[in-house]
Structures are given as C-alpha cells and as structure tokens.
C-alpha cells in the first residue's frame, strides 16, 4: 500500500540555522513520483519540487536542497540557513502510476515550521 | 495565466443545503481532482478525473458528486451538507504522468 510518513509534526528553529524534514514513503511499484509542497499561513499550496524512482541525483535550489535515497525509502527536505519566511507547514506526497492512467496524490500528514527571528 | 480558480472562497451553509465549489483551470491539463484538508490529516482525496466526461471515486467520496463536461471545469457538488463536511477544500490540475499538481487557493467550508 501506498503510504507518506512525516514523522515530525513541528520543529521550531532560529533564523539562520540549518533544517531537515524527513519523508519516509512506501510503494510497491518500481515507478513512482515524489514531491514537497509548502503550505504557508495564508493557505496556498506551493509546488517545491518533483522527483521520479529513476532519477537518485539530489538537487539543489537556492537555499532548499533534496536527499533522495531509495535505498532507505527517504525523500528529504534541507532548509539551509532558514529565514522566518520560511516558517510553513511542508507537505511530502507520492504518486503512483494506476491502471486508470491517474496519478494520485499520497500525502503525508505534513511538518510545520517555525522559524524564529 | 490564472492557473487554477476556485470559487467561493468561504462558505458557511446550514445542514442539509446543498451547494456546488467551482474550479476551473487554464493550463490544459487533462487531470483535475478534488481534495479535502482537516487539521492534522493532510490532504485527502475525495474524486479525481482523468479527462472531460472521466471522473472517479478517491479516498473519502461520499457526500460528494463531480462532473466532468469540459477540460477547464471539475465542479464539486455537496447534495446535503453535514457538519462532517467542514473542511478546506483544494482544487489542483495536471498534465498528466507524473505531473506536479498545481492547487488552488482553497475554499473554506463551514457547515453549522
């Protein structure tokens, strides 16, 4: 069965310092998709970054960084040197390829971030 | 590009009236879905389409009926409203495989 855990339900951390949410998934297909969304106080959901099974190389952008490992099954997120703009609860989700050509969204129950000035 | 729309933004209905959350999108995107969010719950998914005249059932459906008669639009309907159903509610789309889904602002449902 498909699953998303975040087991950190907040973390709190001063401006400046490095974070890392962690997103444990499960899937039985060889083929799947990951992703992060953030969620700030206004409510929005924010597109952050896509993966697929197929492609392990980390990626970088601006101060936000991705960890994907397969071997462990771990997707996870790396705010380095976090601002308070960055306070949000972060979401992790899968998707899988179904019969009937969707892809729907798994998501985990999400991480809040407060990030204090 | 406005992405995607939905309307109202808020909404407090009493129990057993029924109402219609409209989402619509400009990005040509054959997948459209429907997901409710609740406090720690994440987002779930109540119906999904797959393209104009295809919907389905996802993980907590009932209470709830779409349609799908154009690309653009994927109304929700709630044909009578329960307490239960107070959530937010997110539209999002997508191209298809493996596709980021871009969401919605969100309506905020309250059901007295």
């Known amino acids: 069965a498909q699953k998303v855990t975040q087991a950190q339900t907040e973390i709190s951390v001063v401006e400046k310092e490095d974070v890392t949410l962690d997103c444990v998934y499960e899937t039985r297909d060889t083929t799947y998709y990951l992703f992060w969304y953030k969620q700030p106080p206004s409510g929005e959901l924010v597109f952050l970054i896509r993966?697929?099974?197929?492609?392990?190389q980390n990626e970088i952008s601006g101060r936000y960084s991705w960890n994907f490992q397969k071997s462990t099954s771990s997707f996870n997120f790396t705010i380095t040197a976090s601002q308070v703009v960055d306070s949000a609860v972060y979401f992790c989700?899968?998707?899988?390829?179904?019969?009937?050509?969707?892809?729907?969204?798994?998501f985990g129950s999400g991480t809040r971030l407060l990030v204090r000035p | 590009n406005a992405g995607v729309t939905q309307t109202p933004k808020f909404q407090v209905l009493k129990t057993g009236q029924s109402m219609t959350l409209q989402c619509a999108q400009d990005m040509n995107h054959e997948y459209m879905s429907w997901y409710r969010q609740d406090p720690g719950m994440g987002l779930r998914l109540i119906h999904y389409s797959v393209g104009a005249g295809i919907t389905d059932q996802g993980e907590v459906p009932n209470g709830y009926n779409v349609s799908r008669s154009t690309t653009e639009d994927f109304p929700l309907r709630l044909l009578s409203a329960a307490p239960s159903q107070t959530s937010v509610y997110f539209c999002?789309?997508?191209?298809?495989?493996?596709?980021?889904?871009?969401f919605g602002p969100g309506t905020r449902l309250t059901v007295l």
């Open positions: 989700a899968l998707s899988e390829a179904e019969e009937d050509s969707s892809y729907k969204l798994i």
């Open positions: 999002a789309s997508s191209y298809g495989e493996g596709g980021a889904q871009y």
């Open positions: 993966r697929n099974s197929f492609d392990e």
